[in-house]
């Protein structure tokens, strides 16, 4: 598989997931804990927030969509605070990608 194809396959299951939760916080929580342990956190986190931003512009913005799209911005949060956390507290040990090298400056040419 590819990226692109490893992405959308985790977007897939991110929406699944959110759908099974039902706007409950917890059920997510376990759902998501049950993904494969190696899937990167940053990679889950981008899926969510994908979903977040595909939910909310979606033509059919309803009550379920609405309610599903701040679950998947609540857990996003909570990841990443928690992924930050895990990377200060041991920064020898971990790679993070740093802003510098995402080329964040790269539209200024």
């Known amino acids: ?18 759908a099974r939760a039902a706007g409950d916080q917890a059920k997510l ?3 998501l804990a049950a993904f494969p342990p190696d899937i990167r956190a940053m990679a889950v986190i981008h ?7 595909s939910l909310r ?8 969509a609405q309610r599903d799209s ?3 911005g609540r857990a996003a949060l909570k ?3 928690i992924a930050d956390q895990i990377e200060a507290a041991m ?14 400056d790269r539209d200024k040419n």
């Open 1 to 18: 598989m590819t990226y692109d194809d490893d992405t959308n396959a985790l977007f897939e299951r991110v929406l699944e997931a959110l």
């Open 29 to 31: 929580e376990d759902l």
């Open 47 to 53: 899926g969510l927030l994908t979903a977040d931003t």
């Open 79 to 81: 990841l990443a605070r």
């Open 91 to 104: 920064p020898e040990a971990r790679q993070p990608v740093r802003l510098s090298e995402m080329a964040l």
């Open 70 to 72: 701040a679950l998947a």
């Open 57 to 64: 512009n979606t033509l059919t913005a309803g009550e379920i």
